[in-house]
């Protein structure tokens, strides 16, 4: 199972838009403060998400903060227990106050280090807290939107349009052309960074399209057969990524400068050594990266 | 390949940012004149996009008239020719100024009788003019947004921010247990409609587990394996459906009645005949949604 993938919620749609039934689940429950992007998390060396208790969140959130319900975990005796996630990023003070809970950090950062079901979790609360932070104007009429469904929509006053949270679907894939796979670096990267190509989806695409025309873009080869492989969802800000293998129809490169500073077909066994952080001067994706898994799947000859 | 995939265009994102690029590709375009909501088209029986010369659209155009450069495509003689939707919605003449180019038709309605490459190029041209006709605000500010990229994206005049085409990725799964397949009617859907079950993916989530998710939800059946099968961007209004197949723990359905007002289990032999239309008082998906063909792959026992 790819990190960030795995959560136990049960997200229960069927309820969160009863306003009591979600009052009723607030009692007991484990709040998630999230603060300017970064979550709170405890623990060494694997770290878990830091909750605090409800009367302590809201001190802290303020009139812009929304609250969403993320879903009921069942605990270690078998009770289940609502989770919600508290944005507190008008809070200034919101670190010291709850230094005693734990520490906020970057996610992304921080995925490797965390639990599996709480990096997805965290990933979950990240991604709605930050789409409510994007998304509090109607796009259809410019009026200001309200939280509705514990969090899980908006809704425009003026024109009634419903706005659910946007994932942005992108497709992530490894060219591969017989012994050897396809590893860029973007121009955006640090020098020394390697990973597969990547871009998100245009619409009236396919997957499957959609991996042809960005490898001919970026990389000028074109692609006989495309497999998809796993998905996951990337809450940086708000992207699902579907990774694939592609199959090169020629190894002749012609790069996109604007997007693409370097690219080089590598071995199984160089692949391998980029990700185990062998090569020299080179590093591969981290290993909570759909990019590392793809790669690791490939050298391992899946 | 299905039903509005397969477009030959080449979207050219390289250069759709360059207006002087993009002001010579107008001359000689192809233009495809959409008018609420509808795609122009012309032929009998196999209908074609109906283009018209550009000082046709021009006048036709409202200051609220979107243009958009969908492409280039390839002529006949081995030359290139750009193709462009433009919003005459505007207009109310619109149908009776072009009924020499064309009748104005629904894509979903034309879809069995158009050309595979004019539904996949109509798909894109609808899929763009909506999303611009429901995005003239920043979802951040409020602020008018402004057409930017030949109609590829908008950008907020205050605060910056670029906003892109929104696709909202979608799941659609055929439940197989043992020799049976499930099929379900919506309760929104008319009283003889069975197809397969779909729902929007939430944040947080990978693809199989949106397809557990909804097929638990809306049905009450666990489901182990999850397989991909194919993508279809459905631009009603805009979504990309991912077609899988989730082999089912258990026959025992508990359905959400607030969704789901009947589903049966059908052999392949019931479901052979929903297709072709010989189930008295029953009809299936038509032919042109990735509905049809997994259940027709599965039928066929791939």
Same mark, same amino acid.
């Given at each position: 199972?790819?990190?960030?993938?795995?959560?136990?919620?049960?997200?229960?749609?069927?309820?969160r838009?009863?306003?009591?039934?979600?009052?009723?689940r607030?009692?007991?429950?484990?709040?998630?403060?999230?603060?300017? @992007?970064? $979550?709170l998390?405890?623990?060494s060396?694997?770290?878990?998400? *830091?909750a605090?208790? !409800?009367?302590? #969140?809201?001190? &802290?959130?303020?009139?812009?903060?929304?609250?969403?319900?993320?879903g009921?975990?069942?605990?270690?005796?078998?009770?289940?227990?609502?989770?919600?996630?508290?944005?507190?990023? @008008?809070? $200034?003070?919101?670190?010291?106050?709850?230094?005693?809970?734990g *520490?906020?950090?970057? !996610?992304?950062? #921080?995925?490797? &280090?965390?639990?599996?079901?709480?990096?997805?979790?965290?990933?979950?609360?990240?991604?709605?807290?930050?789409?409510?932070?994007?998304?509090?104007?109607?796009?259809?009429?410019?009026?200001?939107?309200?939280?509705a469904?514990?969090?899980?929509?908006?809704?425009?006053?003026?024109?009634?349009?419903?706005?659910f949270?946007?994932?942005?679907?992108?497709?992530?894939?490894?060219a591969?052309y017989?012994?050897?796979?396809?590893?860029?670096?973007?121009?955006?990267?640090?020098?020394?960074f390697?990973?597969?190509?990547?871009g998100?989806?245009?619409?009236?695409?396919?997957?499957?399209?959609?991996?042809?025309?960005?490898?001919q873009?970026?990389?000028?080869?074109?692609?006989?057969?495309?497999?998809?492989?796993?998905?996951?969802?990337?809450p940086?800000?708000a992207?699902l990524?579907?990774?694939?293998?592609?199959?090169?129809?020629?190894?002749a490169?012609?790069?996109?400068?604007?997007?693409?500073?370097?690219?080089?077909?590598?071995?199984?066994?160089?692949?391998r050594?980029?990700?185990?952080?062998?090569?020299?001067g080179?590093?591969?994706p981290?290993?909570?990266?759909?990019?590392w898994?793809?790669?690791?799947?490939?050298?391992?000859?899946?």
């Amino acid at each position: 199972m790819l990190p960030f993938t795995g959560s136990p919620l049960d997200r229960r749609s069927d309820k969160r838009n009863d306003p009591a039934w979600v009052a009723e689940r607030l009692v007991g429950a484990r709040i998630l403060p999230l603060w300017q @992007g970064q $979550v709170l998390l405890t623990g060494s060396p694997v770290l878990k998400a *830091a909750a605090v208790p !409800l009367e302590v #969140a809201q001190t &802290l959130v303020t009139p812009q903060g929304v609250m969403v319900f993320l879903g009921l975990e069942e605990g270690d005796l078998g009770e289940t227990r609502a989770i919600f996630a508290f944005d507190v990023s @008008g809070s $200034v003070d919101a670190p010291e106050m709850l230094k005693s809970f734990g *520490a906020f950090h970057d !996610l992304r950062t #921080a995925s490797l &280090l965390l639990r599996h079901k709480d990096l997805a979790i965290l990933s979950q609360a990240k991604g709605m807290i930050e789409w409510h932070s994007r998304n509090g104007f109607c796009p259809r009429c410019g009026a200001k939107t309200e939280v509705a469904d514990a969090g899980t929509k908006r809704v425009c006053p003026l024109c009634g349009t419903e706005h659910f949270p946007r994932t942005d679907p992108a497709v992530i894939m490894l060219a591969t052309y017989g012994e050897r796979c396809l590893l860029a670096r973007n121009v955006n990267w640090t020098p020394d960074f390697y990973s597969c190509l990547a871009g998100f989806m245009e619409p009236g695409e396919s997957i499957e399209e959609a991996v042809r025309r960005e490898l001919q873009e970026e990389s000028g080869i074109a692609v006989g057969n495309v497999r998809y492989c796993a998905s996951q969802p990337w809450p940086f800000p708000a992207a699902l990524m579907m990774g694939c293998y592609a199959e090169a129809e020629s190894d002749a490169l012609t790069l996109d400068p604007t997007e693409i500073a370097d690219a080089v077909w590598m071995t199984r066994e160089e692949a391998r050594a980029l990700l185990e952080g062998q090569i020299e001067g080179r590093r591969g994706p981290i290993k909570s990266a759909i990019a590392w898994h793809l790669i690791d799947g490939w050298v391992r000859g899946r």
